[in-house]
C-alpha cells in the first residue's frame, strides 16, 4: 500500500474519532454482529461498512492497467467470501473476476469493519464493496465522458475493463486511472447495476481458494513457512483452570532439542527448531503433576448448573392483547449442553519481531483485535504491531484462534528477529479453547378454542456468547502472565441481534408474550461465541413448541405456523420447501418413520430459512437415519448460489452433528472430552442421504447474511421429525441414539 | 542421522530422528501442504497419505517404519495446472467449504477408486468413514467421488 493511501486511512479514522464522539449511538450500528461496538459510523447514509470507510481508495484502487486491488476487512474463514466479495467488486466495476484481486483483513492495508462473524460479511463488506464499486465505476464513466468530449449517457462499461462512447471509440479503465482520484467520499447512491445486466453476480464462479486445497497449495497459516522459522508448543495441564507443576527453567533448558524455553507468570512455550521436538518437550512435561483450578468445574446437569447462578433479567418481548381464553397448554423446558467448536485443525498463528515491528499471522475472527490484544499483553504501541488474517480450518466461532495469536506474540517478542510458528494440539484445543455455552429454555404456551397461540411465556437461560477478547484479559497467556490480566466481566450482547436471546422473539404474530432472558455473567466453564449463538437452543425450543401446540389443536404443523406468519419472505421459504420435500402428501410407510419441519429468520434481520425433513429410527438401537432433508432459504439478492447452497447444506449437517451427539462435560477437575474418540462428531455413515436446497430470487434485496440460517431449524425439525416418527417429544440436546433407544424401548 | 524414503517417486535423504512421524517429515522437511495435522491420534484423517497405496495416517507412522516404501501424497496426484482426475472431481463439484479436510479425504477416496472403480454409495460412505469433516460438506465430498467414478468409467457428464 502506498504511503498516501495509508494516510488516508488515517486521515479517515481521525475524523472517526471526531464523529464517534459527537453520535456514540450510532456505535451499535457497526461492528460484525457480535463483539465490540467495530468501528466507529462517521457517514450513517452510506451503505454497509461504508458508514465507517466513506472514502473509495479504502475500498478499491485502479492500476495503470486496468486491474482493481478491492480491501475488504472480512476474513475468508472458508464459507467461500473471498469468491463472492470478489465477484460484488467485478460486477459493479463492470470488470472481469480475473482482473479484480482481493486483500482481506490486514490491518496495515484494509479498513477495520470489526469481526468477521454473525453472517455480516455479505451485508456490511459485500454492501460496501458493492457500493464503492459502483462509485468508482461512475467516476470512471464520467471521466472517459470528459476525455472524449462527449455526454456521460454516451458512454458505457463493456465488462472487459473497457468503456465505449456511442460512436465506437474507447478507453481502457488503466487509460484513465491515473486521472481519477479515489480519495473521495462515496455517494450514497451511485447507480448499481441490475440483475438483467449482471455478468458475475448471480453465477457460479469457481471458488478461488478451492484450486490449492485440493492440489496441496499453501492454502492455510498452518502451511506457512517462514525463513528461519522455530516452532513452538505451549506447556499447560490437561484442561482449562489446571496449573501444571514445572520444574525449574535451568532443568528444562538442558533437555534436548531446547532452543529457549519461554516461562511468565503460569505461562510456558518451549520453542525447538524441528516441530517434533517441541512436541516431544510439551508431551514430556505436560506429563508431570497440575493442580486443580481454584473452582470445581460444575459436573451436573445444564439446568441445574445455570439456574444456580445469580442472573440478571432482562425483558426481551412483553406483549399483551385481550384474547380469548386459553383452551390447551403447553409447558416444556429445553436445554443444549455445552459443545466444542471441534475445529479440525488446532489453532495455529505465526508471529516475527523484526526490528521494532511485530507481525503476527492469524486466523482469528478478529484481526484487529488481536492486535489490540497483542498491544496491551506486550504493552506495545499498537503502531508497531501488525495483525494479517491468513485461512486456518474452520472455526465456528471462538476457538482457540485468538488465544495462541497471543501466545504466539508474547513467544516472539522474546526472541527478536526468529519467527515463530505455534500450533496447539488436539487435546489443547478441547481442554483450553472457549465453548459454546450451554443453555436452557422454559416455555408455557397455551391455544384458544381457534388453534390460535393466546400465550406465550418464554424463558432463556445463559452465559454471554460474546466473550471475544478486546483486550489482553481476554485471552489465556493474558491470565497467566506474570503481570496478569483479568478475565473481562461478560455482557449481553442487545437486541435485535442478542446473544443467549438471539432468535428469543418469536417472528411469529403472538398477541401475548412474555420472553425473559436470564443473563448469568459468572462462567464456571469458559464459554464463547459459536455459530448462530443463542439461536440454536431459541428455535429449537420456539419450532418444537410450535410442533407441540399443532398437535393440541389437531392442526399440520405447516398451517400452524403459516397461520401466525404475516411475513411474506417467511411464508414463501416454508410454502416453497414444503411444494419441494412433497409435504402435503408425505405418507408414513413404515413404522418409526417421521416427518418434521423447522423455520426461522435468523435474528429476524438475516436469512429466512425452512427445513423439511424425513427420518426412520431403528427400534433396536435408537439409531436414526436421514433420508432426505429439503431447505428453502431467502438471503436477498444472491451473489453466489452455489456458495449458498454449500454453506446450508454444510449448517444443516453440522446442526445435526450438535443436536444428535455432541457435549462438553466435566468431571469436576477437568473436562471430559479431549479427542475425537470421547468428543464423537457425525461421520459418512450417519450424514443425510440426500439434501437439497433451493433459494429464492430477490433482485435488487439488500445482501443477508446466508451461513448460520439453518442452524436452528435443522436440529429442530429433526427433533419434530423425531416426535412424529416415535411419539416421544425430545427436549434435551444431544439426542443420542441411547436417549430414542431408552425411550421408544417401551412403546 | 539420514533415512531415505521415496516420496511421489523421488528419493529424499531426510535428517530426523526415526520416530518422528511421516506427517511432520512431509510437511517440514519435504515442504508438502497437503497432509494436515489434525488430531495427531488417528482419529480423523486429515494427515492421509499412501504407503505403497494404502491409506495410512501419516500422523501415527514413523519415519523409521517405511523403509524401501513408497510414499504418495496429494501432491503426487496431480497440480493446480493438471489436477488428477479425483482433484478436478472435487473442484468440479466445489467440493470443499475451509478445505482442511479436503486432502486427506482426497488421498483416502483414491485408495477406493484404485480398488473400486465403480463403488457404490454405500461402498463410497464406509470406506469415507475414518475421515472427519466439520463444515458440513460430505454431500458433496461424495458427490465428487462418484463423479471421479463416473469419469474414470467415461460416463458422459
Redo the contacts between chains.
Keep these: 500500500m502506498s504511503a498516501i493511501t495509508r494516510r488516508s486511512f488515517l486521515a479517515a479514522s481521525g475524523i472517526a474519532v471526531a464523529f464517534a464522539l459527537a453520535r456514540p449511538a450510532r456505535a451499535q450500528l457497526a461492528g460484525g454482529g457480535e463483539g465490540g461496538a467495530g468501528p466507529a459510523i462517521v457517514n450513517a447514509d452510506l451503505p454497509g461498512s461504508l458508514k465507517s470507510w466513506p472514502y473509495l481508495d479504502a475500498w478499491i484502487q485502479l492500476d495503470q492497467n486496468g486491474k482493481a486491488t478491492v480491501f475488504t476487512g472480512k476474513a475468508e474463514?472458508?464459507?467461500?467470501i473471498r469468491t463472492a466479495l470478489t465477484q460484488v467488486a467485478a460486477e459493479e466495476l463492470d470488470l472481469p473476476p480475473s482482473k479484480v484481486t482481493l486483500v482481506t483483513v490486514d490491518t496495515l492495508r484494509t479498513p477495520d469493519e470489526g469481526l468477521t462473524a454473525g453472517s455480516h460479511s455479505m451485508q456490511d463488506s459485500g454492501t460496501a464493496i458493492r457500493n464503492a464499486a459502483a462509485n468508482v465505476r461512475m467516476l470512471l464513466l464520467a471521466k472517459a465522458a470528459a476525455t472524449l468530449g462527449v455526454a456521460e449517457a454516451d458512454v458505457a462499461t463493456k465488462g472487459n475493463g473497457t468503456i465505449v462512447a456511442a460512436d465506437g471509440r474507447s478507453l481502457g479503465y488503466g487509460e484513465i486511472a491515473a486521472a481519477v482520484s479515489l480519495h473521495v467520499e462515496a455517494l450514497p447512491n451511485a447507480p448499481l447495476r441490475q440483475k438483467g445486466q449482471f455478468r458475475t453476480m448471480g453465477f457460479?464462479l469457481?471458488?478461488l481458494?478451492?484450486?490449492?486445497?485440493?492440489?496441496?497449495?499453501?492454502?492455510?497459516i498452518?502451511?506457512m513457512?517462514l525463513p528461519g522459522m522455530l516452532h513452538a508448543r505451549v506447556i499447560r495441564g490437561p484442561s482449562i483452570g489446571t496449573r501444571l507443576k514445572l520444574p525449574p527453567d535451568s532443568e528444562i533448558e538442558a533437555m534436548d532439542g531446547v532452543v529457549k524455553f519461554v516461562r511468565n507468570g503460569d505461562f510456558a512455550a518451549v520453542v525447538s527448531r524441528?516441530?517434533?521436538d517441541a512436541?516431544k518437550l510439551m508431551r514430556r512435561l505436560q506429563a508431570l503433576p497440575y493442580t486443580a483450578a481454584n473452582e470445581p468445574l460444575p459436573s451436573g446437569g445444564v439446568a441445574e448448573t445455570l439456574k444456580a447462578l445469580p442472573a440478571r433479567d432482562i425483558v426481551i418481548l412483553d406483549t399483551s392483547t385481550p384474547t380469548a381464553d386459553p383452551k390447551h397448554s403447553v409447558s416444556q423446558s429445553f436445554t443444549r449442553n455445552w459443545i466444542s467448536h471441534?475445529?479440525?485443525?488446532?489453532s495455529c498463528a505465526l508471529a516475527w519481531l523484526q526490528d521494532d515491528q511485530l507481525t503476527i499471522w492469524t486466523h482469528s475472527q478478529g484481526t484487529f483485535d488481536v492486535r489490540r490484544v497483542a498491544a496491551e499483553l506486550l504493552n506495545r504501541p499498537i503502531e508497531t504491531i501488525r495483525a494479517i488474517h491468513v485461512?486456518?480450518?474452520?472455526c465456528?466461532g471462538q476457538n482457540g484462534a485468538d488465544d495462541v495469536a497471543a501466545e504466539a506474540a508474547l513467544i516472539a517478542a522474546s526472541m527478536p528477529g526468529k519467527p515463530i510458528r505455534l500450533?496447539w494440539?488436539?487435546e489443547q484445543e478441547f481442554g483450553w479453547e472457549p465453548l459454546g455455552p450451554g443453555m436452557v429454555t422454559e416455555v408455557d404456551a397455551a391455544i384458544d378454542a381457534g388453534d390460535r397461540i393466546v400465550k406465550w411465556n418464554y424463558d432463556v437461560w445463559s452465559n454471554p456468547h460474546n466473550n471475544r477478547p478486546v483486550g489482553a484479559g481476554g485471552v489465556l497467556v493474558g491470565n497467566e502472565v506474570a503481570q496478569s490480566f483479568p478475565i473481562p466481566e461478560g455482557k449481553p450482547i442487545p437486541m435485535p441481534e442478542g446473544d443467549g436471546s438471539r432468535n428469543s422473539n418469536p417472528l411469529y404474530d403472538l398477541p401475548n408474550t412474555h420472553v425473559i432472558y436470564h443473563f448469568i455473567k459468572d462462567m464456571p466453564i469458559r464459554v464463547s461465541a459459536l455459530r448462530s449463538l443463542g439461536a440454536h437452543l431459541n428455535v429449537f425450543s420456539i419450532e418444537s413448541m410450535f410442533d407441540e401446540l399443532a398437535l393440541k389443536a389437531g392442526v399440520d404443523p405447516l398451517d400452524m405456523r403459516l397461520a401466525h406468519m404475516a411475513d411474506d419472505r417467511a411464508r414463501s421459504v416454508m410454502l416453497t420447501a414444503s411444494e419441494a420435500f412433497g409435504w402435503k402428501t408425505r405418507k408414513k410407510t413404515s413404522p418409526l418413520q417421521g416427518f418434521g419441519m423447522a423455520f426461522a429468520r435468523y435474528k429476524n434481520l438475516g436469512a429466512y430459512c425452512a427445513v423439511f425433513m424425513e427420518i426412520t429410527v431403528e427400534r433396536d438401537t435408537g439409531r436414526l437415519t436421514v433420508r432426505r432433508v429439503q431447505a428453502d432459504v431467502d438471503c436477498g439478492e444472491v451473489v453466489s448460489p452455489?456458495g449458498v447452497h454449500?454453506?446450508v447444506?454444510?449448517?444443516?449437517?453440522?446442526s445435526l452433528?450438535w443436536c444428535t451427539r455432541e457435549a462438553s462435560g466435566n468431571d469436576g477437575t477437568l473436562r471430559t472430552a479431549f479427542?475425537?474418540?470421547t468428543y464423537p462428531?457425525?461421520?459418512?455413515?450417519d450424514?443425510?442421504e440426500k439434501?437439497a436446497v433451493t433459494v429464492q430470487q430477490q433482485p435488487g434485496k439488500p445482501f443477508l447474511g446466508v451461513a448460520e440460517c439453518g442452524q436452528g431449524p435443522a436440529s429442530a425439525a429433526l427433533a419434530n421429525a423425531l416426535a412424529d416418527a416415535t411419539g416421544v417429544r425430545f427436549t434435551h440436546m444431544p439426542i443420542t441414539a441411547e436417549k430414542v433407544r431408552a425411550a421408544i424401548v417401551t412403546l | 542421522m539420514t533415512t531415505s524414503i521415496t516420496v511421489n517417486g523421488k528419493r529424499h535423504q531426510v535428517d530426523s530422528d526415526t520416530d518422528t512421524p511421516l506427517l511432520y517429515v512431509l510437511r517440514n522437511d519435504l515442504e508438502l501442504n497437503g497432509a494436515k495435522y489434525g488430531c495427531g491420534l488417528g482419529q480423523c484423517g486429515a494427515c492421509t497419505v499412501h504407503i505403497d497405496g494404502k491409506a495410512v495416517f501419516s500422523c501415527l507412522t514413523p519415519l523409521g517404519a517405511i523403509g524401501e516404501r513408497s510414499v504418495r501424497t496429494i501432491e503426487g496426484l496431480g497440480s493446480v495446472d493438471a489436477p488428477g482426475v479425483l482433484q478436478k472431481a472435487f473442484q468440479d463439484e466445489q467440493a470443499a467449504q475451509c478445505g482442511y479436510c479436503i486432502a486427506g479425504m482426497i488421498m483416502r477416496a483414491q485408495t477406493l477408486l484404485d480398488k473400486i472403480p465403480n463403488p457404490s454409495d454405500d461402498e463410497i460412505r464406509d470406506h469415507l468413514q475414518p475421515n472427519l469433516c466439520r463444515c458440513g460438506t460430505h454431500a458433496r465430498i461424495l458427490r465428487a467421488v462418484r463423479r471421479a467414478s463416473d469419469v474414470m468409467a467415461g460416463v458422459a457428464r
Design positions: 474463514l472458508g464459507q467461500g457460479n469457481p471458488r481458494d478451492i484450486p490449492a486445497k485440493t492440489t496441496g497449495g499453501e492454502a492455510f498452518q502451511d513457512r524441528r516441530e517434533w512436541v471441534g475445529s479440525i485443525g488446532p485461512e486456518g480450518a474452520g465456528y500450533q494440539m488436539r452455489d454449500n454453506q447444506e454444510g449448517a444443516i449437517i453440522q452433528s479427542d475425537w474418540s462428531i457425525l461421520r459418512f455413515r450424514v443425510p439434501i
